[in-house]
């Protein structure tokens, strides 16, 4: 199985201020078709998860463009430029290159 | 509107059975590839199934494998997730999720619903 790992576990910020967040795959999620299958979701408080980034870099309809994501192979990043109360909640990477699909563990974004 | 809306939870002894729906609107659901994801209380995201659009393939977690069995009808609309052998570790919240075109990522998901495993 591919094993994700974020990093890291808790992100504290302060409101307008930029935040990042690490995504590691213990394999290349580099598709032959030159797609990362990497993705990004945020599980605000009480709600579902919601798709932010899909294919690694690609945001998702009505994300902000303050939010990025960028990398390749088994290193990536989710960027916020600057952190919104919206953006407080568990953000999750996902890789979908293979069976079983697997989440990295998650990192909390928590307002200072 | 897009939507995903989950239904059939509820508290069951372990070794009970459970048939979760997830019906779809707003879409052509018969389109997507579907998924079942869970997330027992306090904990991160785990897959746990998908089908294919048209039921030919598909795939489990080893943890429900042989027990947990995913089909779908696509002239309702609906997803289905049924759960024998129930074990005290499958507690979660089972969310269902759509597989957007050419995305690879989940780009619906239901609201959740909630599957509670005890004596």
């Known amino acids: ?112 | 509107e897009v939507q995903l809306v989950e239904s059939g939870g509820g508290l069951v002894q372990p070794g009970g059975s459970l048939r979760l729906s997830c019906e779809a609107s707003g879409f052509t659901f018969s389109s997507y590839w579907m998924y079942w994801v869970r997330q027992a209380p306090g904990k991160g995201l785990v897959w746990v199934s998908r089908i294919n659009s048209d039921e030919s393939s598909r795939s489990y977690a080893d943890s429900v494998k042989g027990r947990f069995t995913i089909t779908r009808d696509n002239a309702k609309n609906t997803l289905y997730l049924q759960m024998n052998s129930l074990r005290v570790e499958d507690t979660a919240v089972y969310y269902c999720a759509r597989d957007g075109l050419r995305k690879n990522a989940f780009d619906i998901w239901g609201q959740g619903t909630t599957v509670t495993v005890s004596s």
């Open chain 1, 1 to 112: 199985d591919i094993v994700m790992t974020q990093s890291p576990l808790s992100l504290p910020v302060t409101p307008g201020e930029p935040a990042s967040i690490s995504c590691r795959s213990s394999q290349s999620l580099l598709h032959s078709n030159g797609y990362n299958y990497l993705s990004w979701y945020l599980q605000k408080p009480g709600q579902s998860p919601q798709l932010l980034i899909y294919l690694g870099s690609n945001r998702a309809p009505g994300v902000p463009d303050r939010i990025s994501g960028n990398g390749s192979g088994t290193d990536f990043t989710l960027k916020i430029s600057r952190v919104e109360a919206e953006d407080v909640g568990v953000h999750y990477c996902m890789q979908a290159l293979q069976i079983p699909l697997t989440f990295g563990g998650g990192t909390k974004v928590e307002i200072k």
